[in-house]
């Protein structure tokens, strides 16, 4: 059973820093893709950042040069660094698995070929 569980949120003031960590159980694929989402109240889910099994990197313009996606290779884990956070970025946070690279993405995908999805973590940050 795949399992995919967030944690590292919380509340920070603007140019703060959190570490989302993203713990992938049971997802035994050779070729993937695991990607960040946010979604704040009242919009729509966005991709923030997605990695590939090749280890290419992809995010949303908003946050390039802030956030850092990553992974641990042995244990199949993904973090999320952010830094210089802003109020904009508060959201709650998802990671996502699709079995299916990104590799080379100007973007990343959006959360239809996601196929399994964590619970969320809050992110608040104040001015």
């Known amino acids: 059973q795949v399992r995919l569980v967030e944690s590292g949120g919380g509340s920070v003031q603007a140019g703060g820093s959190l570490r989302l960590s993203c713990v992938v159980s049971g997802f035994t694929y050779s070729t993937y893709c695991i990607g960040w989402f946010r979604q704040a109240p009242g919009k729509g889910r966005e991709a923030v950042a997605a990695i590939s099994s090749d280890g290419s990197t992809s995010y949303v313009d908003s946050v390039k040069g802030r956030f850092t996606i990553s992974q641990d290779n042995v244990k199949n884990d993904v973090y999320l660094q952010m830094n210089n956070l802003k109020p904009d970025d508060s959201a709650m946070y998802y990671c996502?698995?699709?079995?299916?690279?990104?590799?080379?993405?100007?973007?990343?995908?959006?959360?239809?070929?996601?196929?399994?999805w964590g619970q969320g973590t809050q992110v608040t940050v104040s001015s």
């Open positions: 996502a698995a699709m079995v299916a690279g990104c590799r080379g993405a100007s973007r990343p995908p959006p959360a239809d070929p996601y196929v399994h």
